[in-house]
């Protein structure tokens, strides 16, 4: 309408002969008659208005932008492939779906290039499945590196980044002198290589971190990266016996030597280079086992008994007196005296036994009885008229020949022959 006057009313002479013009929407020209504007969203072809339309055929793989097929400004837009989430006002875009990207006006699958596998390396999870525009390149990244990138590439457990290659780790540096490697500490180094280390003494000093180095039982880590044989120190303990294997597989490094009791009983098993005072010594220092020896002033006229001077089992004994003959030793029981044949246990010491009280007058001793008596002191004694009589008994005495024996209560002697009539008392013979 031109001033509210429709373009089909008022024509002007001049203009009755003028053809009817298609206009797009909203281009309605002041002053020219016969103008007929298309309906929104259409376009003028052949002087009539067509709706416009995309042109071309719909893209694979891909997504048409919202309402991008609807309310076209002009026509002549045909498809368009763009990158995934890149929509814009612009008509009839297809954004291609997440692992797909523009070529040419197609969207194509997006792949990993190359698509094999670096040496010593494993993929990061699903990273060849839904690659963004501009993630295909083949990129490495170190043990337990992956990002959100695409197409990585982790080395291996046990390789690192060298280069752009993933090479083997390695334990590096000077391997500790008699030192053994913790469990496994070679194998699977996470992060390239690792400087050696020595830790300490046993495995219990490994900890999780690789190429770790301890000294093994009998060594200890004299240095940074030593271990020295552990050893005995300290004087070897004067008449000592070492507890047995003591001075091999010192578990905490270097021992003083040391004497800990008598016997090998008194041998400990938690520790090591320890010595014992052995049978017949006892301690008496760290350093000094002392032969042990009966002591105190040795019974007069007294035996030991057989051996108890030797081998004293815990120290020094003092000697006892322990009776009369062999038989009262004790098993067992050292530095015990005993008093011998002819002599009787007399308080500390041992006395000579004899024979006691008067000795009869016209006899004769029995053959050796005045010696080795075996129980102490007897009293002398007429036992009869010859030598038959005697007995095992000591002290005994008989009669000499025309001296026959005399018996009275408590009182035996020789007396003369008897006169016819005459009578003899008790006592001195007449």
Same mark, same amino acid.
């Given at each position: 309408m031109d001033g509210g006057v429709r373009d089909d009313e008022q024509i002007p002479d001049a203009q009755h002969l003028i053809s009817k013009l298609a206009v797009l929407n909203g281009a309605c020209t002041l002053g020219r008659k016969c103008e007929w504007q298309c309906p929104p969203w259409n376009h003028?072809?052949?002087?009539?208005?067509?709706?416009?339309?995309?042109?071309?055929?719909?893209?694979?793989?891909?997504?048409?932008c919202a309402s991008d097929d609807i309310q076209l400004p002009s026509g002549g837009i045909n498809y368009t492939a763009i990158p995934t989430g890149t929509c814009s006002a612009t008509k009839c875009e297809y954004q291609c779906w997440l692992g797909y990207h523009v070529s040419g006006n197609s969207c194509v699958l997006s792949e990993c290039s190359p698509s094999s596998a670096p040496i010593n390396t494993t993929m990061?999870?699903?990273? !060849?499945?839904?690659?963004?525009?501009? &993630?295909?390149?083949? =990129?490495?990244? &170190?043990?337990?590196?992956?990002?959100?990138?695409?197409? &990585?590439?982790?080395? !291996?457990?046990?390789?690192?980044?060298?280069?752009?290659?993933?090479?083997?780790s390695n334990c590096t540096g000077t391997v500790p002198t008699n030192a053994t490697m913790c469990a496994n500490d070679n194998l699977d180094l996470p992060s390239g290589d690792v400087p050696r280390t020595?830790?300490?003494?046993?495995?219990?000093?490994?900890?999780?971190?690789?190429c770790e180095y301890y000294c093994p039982l009998g060594y200890w880590n004299s240095g940074p990266t030593t271990c020295s044989l552990a050893v005995c120190t300290g004087t070897v303990p004067t008449n000592a016996t070492m507890c047995t294997n003591d001075n091999v597989s010192l578990p905490n490094g270097n021992e003083i030597r040391t004497v800990v009791g008598n016997g090998s009983g008194s041998c400990t098993t938690t520790a090591k280079c320890e010595y014992y005072c052995p049978l017949g010594y006892y301690r008496t220092s760290a350093t000094m086992c002392t032969l042990a020896v009966c002591t105190g002033t040795v019974p007069a006229n007294g035996t030991?008994?057989?051996?108890?001077?030797? !081998?004293?089992?815990?120290?020094?004994?003092?000697?006892?007196? =322990?009776?009369?003959?062999?038989?009262t030793c004790t098993a067992g029981t050292y530095c015990e005296y005993y008093c011998p044949l002819g002599y009787y246990k007399n308080g500390a010491v041992c006395t000579l036994a004899v024979c006691t009280g008067t000795t009869p007058l016209r006899a004769t001793m029995c053959a050796n009885d005045n010696i080795n008596l075996p129980n102490?002191?007897?009293?002398?004694? =007429?036992?009869?008229?010859?030598?038959?009589?005697?007995?095992?008994?000591?002290?005994?005495?008989?009669?000499?020949?025309?001296?026959?024996?005399?018996?009275?209560?408590?009182? !035996?002697?020789?007396c003369p022959a008897n006169s016819t009539g005459h009578v003899y008392t008790c006592g001195a013979c007449p």
């Open positions: 003028i072809s052949a002087n009539n208005c067509i709706l416009s339309t995309c042109g071309g055929s719909p893209i694979a793989n891909a997504t048409l990061c999870a699903s990273d !060849n499945v839904w690659i963004p525009d501009g &993630e295909t390149a083949q =990129v490495i990244v &170190e043990t337990n590196a992956c990002t959100a990138r695409k197409c &990585e590439w982790y080395c !291996n457990l046990g390789y690192h980044l060298s280069g752009g290659i993933c090479i083997l020595l830790v300490g003494i046993g495995t219990g000093s490994c900890t999780a971190t690789k030991l008994c057989t051996n108890d001077d030797i !081998n004293l089992p815990s120290g020094n004994v003092a000697r006892t007196l =322990v009776g009369t003959g062999s038989s102490g002191n007897l009293p002398k004694i =007429v036992v009869g008229n010859a030598s038959s009589a005697c007995t095992s008994i000591k002290c005994q005495w008989y009669c000499n020949s025309g001296w026959p024996m005399k018996s009275c209560s408590g009182c !035996n002697m020789c």
